[in-house]
């Protein structure tokens, strides 16, 4: 069979070999990948492999969908010839996280998707939801899940709520689909007006351009008529988190899932006292709470976006369109 390796050298260093066909152990899964999609994650995994201690080489991605066409000898939860997607967090099934099951995370340090069988624990796997082919499910199981985690599980949004949303990838999108579907407003920030043209065809009530106009906090509070949103969905990190904490209502959560402006820096803690606001970490979530969100999707029809689609031989094309930060939704590879 066909799979993708990287090595040391990032981008560069990332092919495709002939590798052995996967045989289960008893707890495991074999799925053949009908597509997967790209996060943040699996390029900064590439490019900074050996900074982060990852074993190498090593298969990427860590989203995916498939058939399942064997299963190990304990299983019993799955069959051979069940639609599955996967679950980022084997090891986190239910109840509180515990840091330790990052140990377990798909594409690095647990197996990848870049490839045309994949052996991957049990609960690693869930059924796709009714009416979704497998391009569309491959985008759910860290996108997805983790809007519906900033907004529901840690947000606590309620109907009629209201929502900030930072920018315009697989996230974001998931997030501004989620709120609607839950009945919430939403503001959509990003630098492209094309961009924020199709946040509104989606169902934006408010869009705000960053680049033109700097001060978007200051915006987001003539918004709301001075009080503020309940929920962030902060996708970037240091950089912007002073302007969500002063975007946020009292007891409001910001949700911070990603980091593009960076991991240190000053910000001023005063917000969070004056407003006994909330700052939740977001690490994608259970798999109990993937089951939730399918449960969602499929009561509410909601359609992931896709915004471009690539051969399986094309996956440093597909990267290369995450770098240019273009993309709008998601970007997906077809299986081999």
Do not use: C
């Not at 919430?184 to 960053?210: E, F, M, P, R």
């Not at 106009?213 to 996708?235: C, K, L, R, S, Y």
């Not at 209502?249 to 949700?255: C, I, K, Y």
């Not at 993937?290 to 999707?297: A, C």
Request: zero cysteines; proline letters at 4%; hydrophobic letters at 45%.
């Amino acid at each position: 069979m066909i799979s993708y390796e990287f090595g040391a050298d990032g981008l560069s260093s990332l092919t495709m070999k002939e590798a052995l066909k996967p045989i289960p152990m008893a707890n495991e899964v074999v799925v053949s990948v009908k597509a997967m999609s790209i996060n943040y994650r699996d390029l900064m995994i590439i490019k900074t492999a050996e900074s982060r201690g990852v074993d190498l080489p090593a298969v990427p991605v860590s989203d995916g969908s498939g058939v399942v066409v064997e299963v190990g000898a304990e299983v019993n939860n799955v069959s051979i010839g069940d639609s599955v997607m996967t679950h980022f967090i084997p090891g986190w099934v239910n109840g509180p996280y515990d840091p330790s099951y990052a140990k377990t995370t798909l594409g690095t340090p647990g197996a990848g998707l870049a490839t045309e069988l994949a052996a991957l624990p049990s609960n690693s796997v869930v059924p796709i939801p009714a009416g979704y082919d497998f391009m569309q499910a491959s985008t759910l199981p860290i996108a997805g899940l983790t809007a519906w985690s900033s907004l529901i599980t840690e947000g606590n949004l309620q109907r009629e709520g209201i929502v900030l949303i930072l920018g315009t990838g697989g996230v974001s999108i998931f997030a501004l689909q989620i709120a609607k579907a839950f009945g919430a407003k939403t503001i959509v920030l990003s630098k492209s007006n094309a961009k924020l043209a199709k946040a509104t065809q989606l169902g934006a009530d408010y869009v705000h351009n960053y680049a033109e106009q700097p001060n978007w906090d200051e915006a987001v509070m003539d918004i709301t008529h001075g009080q503020g949103v309940d929920v962030v969905v902060e996708a970037a990190g240091i950089g912007t988190l002073s302007r969500s904490l002063n975007s946020v209502r009292g007891e409001g959560v910001v949700s911070l899932f990603g980091v593009l402006t960076g991991l240190e820096g000053d910000v001023s803690l005063w917000p969070f006292i004056r407003k006994r606001a909330r700052l939740a970490g977001i690490f994608v979530d259970s798999r109990n709470a993937y089951m939730d969100f399918v449960t969602f999707i499929e009561k509410h029809s909601l359609t992931p976006i896709i915004d471009s689609t690539f051969e399986f031989n094309q996956l440093k094309e597909a990267f290369a369109r995450m770098q240019s930060a273009e993309h709008f939704g998601k970007i997906v590879i077809k299986g081999k």
